[in-house]
């Protein structure tokens, strides 16, 4: 066992875990943070997506160990009630979500590929979400959402 001091939304939180336990555990099990989600576990869907030093990372794969002092945001530190990021407003706007399990991930790559470019095509926006699952095929309306909440931001 290790301590590891993680800022995560803006805060410093102290947790001991194995260096190898993945970080969506401490997230999840040590903070009480109900985004991101478990999906796979593998690096596949998405769900777990947080964002390290505001790079898009998929925490179910990322150990302890590799965290160090990094800042971590997730979907709670995106965004308030009060100052919704502007894609948790487009995601509204456009009627996205149906589960909501994935939009977790749809929003953490976005918000993170919208930081390097500002007008993004749509065939842009298709391949940075590459690799991020949706089961409930609600593909067209998170693109329409990405680039309505593109707009807003350039």
């Known amino acids: 066992m290790a301590q590891f001091r993680v800022k995560v939304n803006g805060t410093v939180h102290t947790i001991e875990a194995d260096p190898e336990m993945p970080l969506l555990y401490a997230l999840r099990d040590d903070l009480g943070l109900s985004n991101p989600h478990f999906g796979c576990g593998l ?3 998405g769900a777990c997506t947080v964002h390290l030093n505001g790079v898009a990372t998929r925490s179910c794969v990322t150990p302890m160990s590799r965290v160090g002092n990094a800042d ?3 979907l709670q530190g995106l965004g308030t009630p009060e100052r919704p990021h502007p894609l948790q407003t487009a995601y509204v706007e456009e009627q996205v979500p149906q589960c909501g399990y994935c939009l977790n991930g749809w ?3 976005a918000a ?4 390097t470019k500002k007008r993004p095509t749509e ?3 298709r391949q940075a979400l590459t690799g991020v699952k949706c089961r409930c095929g609600t593909h067209t309306a998170i693109v329409r959402a990405v680039k309505s909440a593109a707009e807003k931001m350039a």
Not at 112 to 115: D, Q
């Open 43 to 45: 690096n596949q869907c």
């Open 72 to 74: 971590v945001t997730t």
């Open 107 to 109: 929003i953490m790559t």
């Open 112 to 115: 993170a590929f919208l930081k």
């Open 123 to 125: 065939a842009e926006i």
